[in-house]
């Protein structure tokens, strides 16, 4: 990217924190998942930061665990997401909301009319995580069996063109509001969809008129070869997830170039690099605190999140001496399981140290110093346009970002001090898209 000042900036709410223990800190709000209170004064603080959105992911069934694990975990009581933003986004009047929706249990027409009206609600501040169902348990809530992964990207596509479809069922121009003549709108100015797919049949228009972004902004975070073609096809904002900067570079340039060659204008396709963090003033804040949450991991959940990342039974070894061998899979995870394995193995780690890492679901420790220097690096370098930041804590580094890090930043002439626009399009600086018109008025 040129212009370093429009470095884009999201902070990810993981509803019970991002590190498995994060909810037992002393510092976090009571029952963070259901305490709007604390949510609010965390969207206001990220306002206050001129920070470009607040992403909120999902999940549509709880995680497999044993009734034990479960009943030490703070991620399975939380509120639904589309919900929630409407609660949020009327403190707040600037900040952005990424909110996840499911393309494979959803319907697209029930999807399309509720981002509509969440962004009439925000006044144009939404946009729509797409996510494909990676938990199996998902499917026991809808009546059906789990999709498989080429499938689910099928269907997601074909949904994302339903939704579009929807929203442009209405002229911009639709509303007369003329209470003299008794028109509401315009004769003309709705559109049927009818549409027939292999997996949707949708006719519209929808029960809104057209959301003012047009469409909401499209943010995609799949990272397999289907995820990252969708990405590139509908993909407003990308999430990368790369382990190193080197990786995300070339993510980065396979992404824009992806784009480029499906008629996008790269500059269009925002690519985010998922960070989770820890953020003190200095160092040793940030190490400190880090520590401490991994002080508070309870063995229960922690061993059994560790044996679904190592896939095996992790439970039954002495926690205080080294992680014992355990046979390798075959499975698609067997990657994430070696990285690890490795990891644990250089760094001589006990079982109760692989668990703390495995409970920190990849946060690293930075000081203001070092993250501004990560930012610089990734953005200089063509490693990404912005940061998806996911804060291990529930609180304290969000604070230090808004009160430390942005004012650092900005003094490196790397962010932005006020919001431009008052849409989120116009915000990270993505045009409007102009409806696409086929069928008749209805
Ligand atoms: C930053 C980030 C946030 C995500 N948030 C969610 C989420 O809230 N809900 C969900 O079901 N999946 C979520 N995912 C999963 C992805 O959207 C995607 O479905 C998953 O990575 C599988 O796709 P893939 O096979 O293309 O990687 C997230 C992934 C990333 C990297």
Redesign the pocket.
């Known amino acids: 990217m040129n212009e370093h000042d429009t470095i884009l900036m999201l902070c990810?709410m993981s509803l019970g924190g991002g590190h498995l223990a994060a909810w037992r800190d002393p510092a976090a709000p009571e029952n963070p998942g259901l305490n709007l209170p604390a949510l609010v004064r965390s969207a206001q603080k990220a306002e206050e930061a001129a920070l470009h959105g607040m992403?909120?992911?999902?999940?549509?069934a709880l995680w497999e665990r044993t009734p034990e694990a479960h009943a030490r975990t703070a991620t399975n009581s939380h509120f639904e997401p589309m919900t929630l933003c409407a609660a949020l986004s009327q403190a707040t009047e600037r900040l952005g909301f990424v909110i996840?929706g499911?393309t494979t249990y959803n319907t697209p027409y029930g999807l399309a009319r509720s981002y509509a009206s969440l962004d009439h609600l925000s006044g144009g501040r939404v946009a729509w995580?797409?996510?494909?169902?990676?938990?199996p348990a998902?499917a026991g809530n809808f009546g059906g069996s789990p999709v498989g992964?080429s499938d689910?990207?099928q269907r997601a596509a074909e949904f994302v063109e339903v939704a579009r479809g929807l929203w442009d069922g209405w002229d911009d121009d639709a509303l007369v509001l003329d209470r003299a003549t008794g028109v509401y709108h315009r004769a003309d100015a709705l559109h049927a969809l009818d549409h027939e797919g292999k997996h949707f049949a949708v006719r519209g228009p929808l029960t809104s008129a057209r959301p003012p972004q047009g469409h909401p902004v499209i943010a995609?975070?799949?990272?397999?070869?289907?995820?990252?073609d969708?990405a590139a096809t509908y993909g407003d904002l990308v999430?990368s997830?790369q382990p190193s900067a080197d990786l995300a570079r070339t993510f980065y340039r396979e992404v824009k170039a992806l784009a480029a060659a499906k008629g996008r204008d790269p500059e269009h396709v925002k690519v985010l690099s998922?960070t989770a963090l820890v953020l003190g003033r200095t160092q040793d804040e940030a190490d400190e605190r880090l520590a401490l949450l991994d002080s508070l991991v309870d063995p229960v959940p922690g061993l059994e999140s560790l044996s679904l990342l190592l896939v095996h039974d992790m439970s039954g070894y002495p926690l205080d001496e080294p992680v014992p061998d355990i046979p390798l899979t075959e499975t698609g995870s067997s990657g994430i399981q070696q990285h690890f394995l490795a990891m644990v193995r250089s760094q001589g780690l006990t079982l109760r140290q692989a668990m703390q890492l495995s409970a920190r679901a990849g946060a690293q420790a930075f000081s203001v110093e070092s993250f501004a220097d990560h930012v610089e690096e990734y953005v200089t370098t063509g490693a990404a346009d912005g940061f998806?930041l996911?804060f291990a804590d529930l609180g304290p580094s969000l604070d230090v970002l808004a009160e430390h890090a942005v004012p650092e930043l900005r003094r490196r002439g790397l962010f932005r001090s006020r919001y431009r626009g008052t849409t989120l399009r116009d915000d990270i600086g993505i045009p409007r898209p102009a409806p696409a018109r086929s069928a008749a008025a209805v």
């Open positions: 990810y992403f909120i992911a999902d999940s549509l996840t499911n995580n797409v996510v494909t169902s990676g938990n998902e992964p689910r990207y995609q975070a799949g990272s397999s070869p289907a995820g990252r969708f999430l997830m998922n998806n996911v």
